[in-house]
């Protein structure tokens, strides 16, 4: 018998990747846990176990409209673990998302194929 192991995907609902991976995970009858980084914040414990997990530079999104609304400065301010991790941490929204919680894995961004391999 195998045990399932609790998924949780972080991100903020109205981010269209992330419906986009809501719905995938439901369409699969995947339960999982939804944490709402505008509603609950950013867990610090967890942005650091992500970073280490994957990188702060695939957690930062360069590419997103929040990014691209900060200072030049405040962009280049943002230039190791530490720098990305206060950004994260007061702006949310520069995440890149989902961030996801596989119980022995983090991922970032949505993968279709790569998720229905991590759930067998």
């Not at 200072?71 to 702006?91: E, F, G, I, K």
């Amino acid at each position: 018998m195998s045990t399932r192991k609790t998924i949780t995907l972080y991100g903020i609902p109205n981010c269209s990747t992330v419906k986009k991976a809501r719905s995938w995970l439901e369409g699969c009858g995947v339960s999982y846990q939804f944490h709402d980084f505008k509603k609950s914040g950013v867990p610090v414990e967890q942005l650091q176990s992500w970073i280490a997990a994957v990188g702060w530079e695939t957690l930062v999104n360069r590419r997103g409209t929040t990014w691209r609304t900060l200072a030049p400065q405040r962009q280049a301010a943002v230039a190791d673990a530490a720098s990305a991790s206060a950004l994260m941490l007061a702006q949310p929204s520069v995440i890149k998302r989902p961030v996801v919680d596989w119980g022995d894995a983090t991922t970032v961004g949505f993968d279709p194929l790569d998720w229905q391999q991590r759930l067998g």
